[in-house]
Each structure stands twice: as C-alpha cells, then as structure tokens.
C-alpha cells in the first residue's frame, strides 16, 4: 500500500515537472531516488519552459 502510494507521488511529480528543465521522466526519477517530497520541493522552485516559438515559413 506505501509503495503504490510512493508510486503515485512520484508520477504525479513527473506530470506536474513536464514544463520544466528535467521534464517529466526526470521529476519522477528525482522522486524515485529521493522522495516525492523533494522532488515537489525542486519543482517549486524549478522555473517553467518557455515555449519554442514555431518557425515562421516562408512563403515564395
């Protein structure tokens, strides 16, 4: 029952780190190896990605 709850917190980490610098695989393995605690606490105060602008094609 605790680790399937561990489990959880780590995935829920890795979805709410999909904007930011280590992306969703490496919040929830920074959750995995530390606790889901740490890794919410990084997220916190990990800035978000700004998104590529799409390049402009251009038209002949």
């Known amino acids: 029952m605790l680790v ?6 780590c995935v829920l980490s890795g979805y ?3 904007n930011t610098f280590a992306g969703p695989v490496g919040f929830f393995f920074i959750g995995l190896v530390f606790t889901p ?6 997220l916190l105060l990990a800035k978000t990605r700004l ?8 038209q002949q």
């Open 37 to 42: 605690l740490v890794s919410l606490l990084v």
């Open 16 to 18: 709410w780190g999909r």
């Open 4 to 9: 399937t709850l561990y489990l959880v917190l």
């Open 51 to 58: 998104a590529e602008p799409k390049e402009v094609e251009e």
